[in-house]
C-alpha cells in the first residue's frame, strides 16, 4: 500500500492505495484520453499483442520491435513513463525512454521493467478490449454496406 496525496477541488485528500490499484487508474487515464483518437483500434491491438510479444522475446526486443514498425508511440510513451516513474527512473517525455532505460539498465532493472510493464498492459488490455470489439464490429459493417 502506498499513501496517495490527490488535490481535487483545492482539497487535498490521502488515500492508501495499492499498487495495483494505481496501475489501474494510469493505465484507466491513459486509455481514457486516447479511446477517441484516429488509430485507437491499431493502438489497442498493438497492446493486446504486446505482452505475449514480451514473454516471446523479452521487453528490450518487443519495444525495439515496435519501434521499428513504428506501432503505438502513444501507448509506448505511457508505458515508458510508468515504468520509470516505478522504477525510479526519470521520465523527460519521450515515447522509448523505456526502451533506452531497458538497453542500459542491468538485469535487476530489467526484471522489474518487464513485470511492471505486464502488470501495466494487463489493466490497459483490459479496459480498451470493449471499445477495440466495437471499433472492429463497426469497421466490419462498413466493410458489408
Not at 490499484?21 to 479511446?35: G, I, P, S, T, Y
Not at 542500459?104 to 489493466?123: I, V
Request: glycine fraction near 6%; proline fraction near 3%.
Amino acid at each position: 500500500m502506498r499513501a496517495v496525496l490527490r488535490k481535487e477541488g483545492g482539497l487535498e485528500t490521502v488515500s492508501l492505495q495499492s499498487l495495483s490499484q494505481m496501475r489501474a487508474r494510469d493505465a484507466w487515464e491513459v486509455f481514457d484520453k486516447l479511446q477517441n483518437s484516429p488509430g485507437f483500434k491499431e493502438l489497442a491491438d498493438e497492446a493486446k499483442k504486446l505482452p505475449m510479444r514480451v514473454k516471446t522475446s523479452g521487453l528490450l526486443q518487443a519495444l525495439a520491435f515496435m519501434r521499428a514498425k513504428g506501432e503505438a508511440p502513444e501507448l509506448r510513451k505511457a508505458l515508458s513513463r510508468w515504468v520509470l516513474s516505478q522504477t525510479g527512473k526519470p521520465w523527460i517525455g519521450a515515447e522509448d525512454e523505456l526502451l533506452d532505460a531497458v538497453r542500459k539498465g542491468d538485469l535487476a532493472f530489467l526484471r522489474r521493467a518487464t513485470t511492471e510493464s505486464l502488470a501495466w498492459l494487463e489493466w490497459f488490455v483490459r479496459f480498451s478490449e470493449p471499445k477495440r470489439k466495437e471499433l472492429a464490429s463497426c469497421k466490419a459493417q462498413k466493410e458489408r454496406s
